[in-house]
């Protein structure tokens, strides 16, 4: 089954404590992506990948990191956690750029 | 910068009915926009996306316009039903790398 998923689900950590957030798509799709979904502000772009080894900050990049090892995976790291990186988060792939892009399930992360 | 508004915030239609959801943005140098549906604590789901060079595009119930001049797109859901109770997003694709601005959504209930 075509899917991207995203482990863990749900997460609760402490301020400071490094976390990684894992996605990883089956399509062979070239460019994947991550968001954050907060209430009243919609969906925004945290980093994307237009395929491995290239990646480039959205429109929220402070506080997280990504990489791009294999077409397949494009794990989001937060280094340090606060209490304002709480959020829903959800990764997302597409064949190319301006093709559908598709999402996981979403982690729900918060940080005390 | 694009911005996306989704007017109204939420919406509440007895089954059966006929409704549009309206998204307006506000840079018309778009390469496509999407529209997506997202259920409570779910990811989201690609409902349509229709190409800058599109005026609609459908699938099964639904129909989704889109006016570049006017910066708005529009979906149409026909002959609605419960199971289309959800948050609908639209999402315009700006920009040369990949910009996908979402509005903050739709709520819609479909009651019996």
Redesign the interface.
């Known amino acids: 089954e075509a899917q ?1 998923t995203q482990n863990p689900r749900y997460l609760i950590t402490v301020t400071g404590k490094k976390l990684t957030v894992t996605c990883s798509q089956n399509m062979n799709h070239e ?1 994947m ?1 991550w ?1 954050r979904q907060d209430p ?6 945290i980093y ?1 990948s ?1 395929n491995v080894e290239v990646t ?1 900050k ?1 429109d929220v990049p402070e506080g997280y990191k990504v990489s791009r090892k294999e077409k397949r995976n494009f794990p989001l790291i937060l280094e340090s956690p606060s209490p304002n990186q709480t959020s829903l988060y ?1 990764c ?1 792939s597409s064949a190319n ?10 982690t729900r992360l918060t940080v005390l | 910068k694009q911005e ?1 508004t989704q007017i109204p915030a939420a919406l509440s239609v007895p089954e059966g009915e006929n409704l549009v959801l309206n998204c307006s943005f506000t840079d018309s140098a778009i ?2 926009l ?1 529209w ?1 549906r997202q259920d409570p ?6 409902l349509l ?1 229709i190409q800058s060079s599109q005026r609609e595009q459908t699938s099964g119930r639904l129909n989704a316009s889109l006016d570049k001049s006017s910066g708005r797109s529009t979906l149409y859901i026909a002959a609605s039903q419960p199971g289309d109770s959800a948050t609908y ?1 639209c ?1 315009a ?1 700006t920009g040369t ?4 601005t ?4 739709t709520r819609l209930q479909v009651t019996l």
């Open positions: 991207v460019y992506s968001y009243g502000l919609g969906l925004r772009q994307y237009m480039d959205g959800f997302a750029w301006v093709d559908t892009q598709y999402f996981g399930p979403g | 996306v390469y496509n999407q997506f604590g779910k990811g989201l789901t690609s996306l997003l999402a694709h790398a990949s910009k996908l979402f509005g903050t959504g």
